[in-house]
């Protein structure tokens, strides 16, 4: 298995709309709300006031950093 970490982009594509146009991307919603969602998929991940969070288990841990464009 690699251990190198990756990025993970979520984005609000319009339907219809290919991930080749990243640009048309919509924000997900509101800081708050996005984290707040977050958390509710993944129990246990905690953010901090600057939007970046962590969601850690035994062998692995997923890093969040919440960016509004």
Do not use: C, W
């Not at 339907?15 to 146009?21: C, I, L, N, V, Y």
């Not at 993944?42 to 919440?66: C, D, H, Q, W």
Request: no cysteine; aromatic share 8%; proline share 6%.
């Amino acid at each position: 298995m690699n251990d190198q970490p990756f990025r993970l982009l979520l984005v609000d594509l319009p339907p219809g709309t290919s991930a080749q146009h990243i640009g048309f991307a919509r924000a997900l919603g509101e800081r708050a709300a996005v984290i707040a969602r977050l958390m509710e998929l993944l129990p246990g991940t905690t953010f901090n006031a600057e939007g970046r969070g962590s969601f850690k288990r035994a062998t692995y841990e997923v890093a969040f950093t919440i960016v509004h464009r």
